[in-house]
């Protein structure tokens, strides 16, 4: 079946503006993460979904980063008045929280270039 | 203190060797673990769930160790397709929370 989609693949962007990052998480997955991964490090916690609880917040760097999820399916990323730091990868992954099954899919990401 | 502790590498090892990665983690409490596979410039695809009473998959074997708090990874017969960086990952709060070490990269040279 289909995997975890993010769009755009790329994307380049001036400091100062908005940019919005979208995920699609594989059919049925009740929950649904966001990540960071700066060039050359490990994965950087940012926001979870489950379901219809509230999200867990704790991993975002500032409150310049937003998410939001609708019900079990797309959610976006939203970075305010994007910084040079803010330049990443940012990987979407999405798991079933049933039972017996917990792994994390990952999606291709979206490379994020703040110029 | 992080979560998960990884060493960074690289381990260079030439094809056919075994090679065995470590990982700790801090929290008694974490509930289960995984191995990723990280390709350059690729996502993390998962390479395999570890299991208390240890598990093999083909040429890769994972073991748990609760008591010493440590998860390995042991690699026989490396190819060279097997050079990538190896994360691991544990998790808690009934799954809520995933923890990834920052990652093992291995070179397998012909």
């Known amino acids: 079946g289909a995997g975890v989609s993010q769009s755009p693949s790329n994307k380049v962007t001036e400091k100062g503006k908005d940019v919005e990052l979208r995920c699609d998480p594989i059919?049925?997955?009740?929950?649904l993460y966001w990540y960071r991964q700066r060039l050359g490090q490990g994965l950087e916690f940012l926001i979870y979904?489950?379901?219809?609880?509230?999200?867990?917040k704790s991993g975002l760097p500032s409150d310049r980063f937003s998410a939001e999820r609708t019900g079990e399916s797309v959610s976006t990323l939203t970075i305010q008045r994007t910084q040079q730091e803010d330049s990443a990868v940012y990987l979407c992954?999405?798991?079933?929280?049933?039972?017996?099954?917990?792994?994390?899919?990952f999606g291709p990401g979206t490379r994020l270039t703040v110029t | 203190r992080k979560e998960v502790e990884q060493d960074p590498g690289p381990f260079n090892v030439p094809e056919g060797a075994t090679v065995a990665f470590n990982c700790t983690y801090s929290?008694?409490?974490?509930?289960?673990f995984f191995w990723y596979r990280q390709d350059c410039r690729k996502e993390p695809k998962l390479l395999m769930s570890?299991?208390?009473s240890g598990n093999e998959d083909g040429r890769f074997t994972a073991q748990l160790n609760r008591a010493s708090q440590y998860i390995s990874l042991l690699i026989r017969d490396s190819k060279l397709s097997d050079s990538a960086t190896y994360l691991c990952?544990?998790?808690?709060?009934?799954?809520?929370?995933?923890?990834f070490g920052s990652g093992t990269k291995l070179n397998v040279k012909p």
């Open positions: 992954a999405s798991s079933y929280t049933g039972t017996g099954s917990y792994e994390q899919y």
């Open positions: 059919s049925g997955h009740t929950a």
């Open positions: 979904f489950q379901g219809n609880s509230a999200p867990d």
């Open positions: 929290n008694s409490a974490s509930q289960s």
């Open positions: 570890v299991y208390s």
């Open positions: 990952v544990g998790t808690q709060n009934n799954f809520n929370k995933f923890y």
